[in-house]
């Protein structure tokens, strides 16, 4: 099995915010919550695209990255995902680069087909013809940040001329790539081809063909190995809902009903997906129990994602889906505590500290009578000059 010596962790920003709140205001909020997150030591925030349905309001996720830029200092930010079926791959292309030397760096591209049926719908694109457009366009979009020779395509929904970017890539050799995995295989097949990091939701929600995270990465080995790529699983970031508290009782508590609104108002009510057949009540026990969040204490969080680490077979991040589901300062101060305790668990920061606290524990003893031996000479060395010094 293999473990990363430093795993990563991040967030997944949809986001999620409930009808009827303040959009400016839940905006600020997210913006508040990378600022916080930079603090804290994080590696990466991803942004989403959502263009309908109420409840996920970053149209672009790029002005919100070159926004949350200029108030951060080192997380980094990717499109989580630009749907690319949505743009012309070489705006897409070349709106990432611009980015990429504006951040200095920091940016990553995250990439999907496109999540919401209704943002399709609005566009005029066959759900059928998402993920294919979404290679064709990556595809194109590769090509343009690693070859700056120019060249000609057509297919039957973009076209490009004798296309080069004037503006090569900051970050060597070229952004960074990761594609969504959800329901079908297509994300990671894609992410295979290319050779590309994924972001895989920790329970895929497919109700086709049931994959498992496991078979899901199998498969884009194998791909990648057909086009001569190679994948790493320290580069793969495994999704999860969390929230943290100082018990299980006071974390399960402070989402309770908030959770079940998300659940039910949102994922049933306005998208039509299935819902837990439990009581609106249970259902943050039922999603807990299900392993498709976690909830409870830092201690739960460790457990929880080496339960991940077990049925993936290792993985390299850890993303935390992003949910307003609780007051700002429990939000908060659960980002704090994985910060604080569960991060440190996975990426080896404390093995030093622990050996200096054992080695100085196994000595106490000798340790302490040389104190004594050291505060006792340097008492007769002061005692000894102030009689020299009485008796002159």
């Keep these: 099995m293999a473990f990363p010596k430093r795993m990563k962790f991040g967030v997944f920003m949809a986001p999620f915010h ?27 925030a991803y942004i989403g695209e959502h263009h309908s349905a109420g409840w996920e309001t970053i149209a672009s ?12 200092r080192h997380i980094r930010l990717g499109t989580g995902v630009t749907s690319l079926p949505y743009h012309h791959p070489f705006m897409v292309a070349n ?3 611009l ?50 020779e120019p060249f000609t395509i057509k297919t039957d929904w973009f076209e490009m001329n004798d296309a080069v970017l004037q503006l090569r890539p900051y970050q060597d050799p070229i952004v960074p790539v990761a594609v969504a995995s959800v329901e079908s295989p297509a994300g ?66 402070d989402i309770r009903e908030s959770s079940a609104r998300l659940v039910t108002e949102y994922f049933g009510q306005t998208l039509g997906n299935p819902v837990p057949d439990v009581p609106r009540d249970q259902i943050v026990d039922y999603m807990v129990d299900h392993n498709q969040w976690i909830v409870g204490t830092p201690d739960d969080c460790i457990a929880g994602i080496e339960r991940l680490q077990e049925i993936t077979g290792g993985f390299g991040k850890f993303m935390i889906r992003v949910e307003d589901w609780a007051p700002r300062d429990k ?38 009578q040389n104190r004594y031996a050291g505060i006792k ?5 002061f005692d000894a000059s102030r009689g020299n010094g009485r008796s002159s």
């Excluded at 996720?61 to 951060?72: D, I, N, S």
């Excluded at 000479?377 to 060395?381: H, L, N, P």
């Design 331 to 368: 939000i908060h101060r659960s980002y704090e505590l994985l910060a604080r305790y569960v991060m440190p668990h996975f990426q080896g920061s404390l093995e030093g500290i622990q050996i200096s606290r054992d080695w100085a524990s196994e000595r106490r003893e000798a340790l302490q």
């Design 18 to 44: 409930r009808v009827g709140e303040n959009p400016t205001l839940a905006l600020e909020r997210d913006l508040e919550l990378l600022q916080w997150l930079d603090v804290l030591g994080f590696d990466e």
């Design 188 to 253: 990671v097949t894609l992410a295979g081809k290319h050779g590309a990091s994924i972001l895989s939701l920790s329970v895929p929600r497919d109700t086709i063909r049931k994959t498992s995270l496991a078979e899901l990465w199998a498969i884009a080995e194998e791909t990648a190995a057909e086009h001569g790529k190679t994948m790493h699983r320290e580069d793969w970031g495994v999704v999860m809902g969390m929230h943290l508290a100082e018990t299980k009782e006071q974390a399960m508590k």
């Design 61 to 72: 996720p790029e002005l919100f990255m070159a926004t949350a830029a200029e108030r951060t």
């Design 95 to 97: 709106r990432m680069v």
């Design 377 to 381: 000479a340097a008492t007769d060395r």
């Design 99 to 148: 980015l990429d030397h504006l951040t200095r760096g920091r940016v990553i591209l995250g990439c999907g087909p496109g999540a919401l049926a209704s943002d399709a719908l609005m566009l005029g694109i066959k759900p059928e013809r998402q993920r294919a457009m979404m290679e064709e366009s990556l595809d194109a979009i590769m090509r343009l940040m690693s070859d700056s």
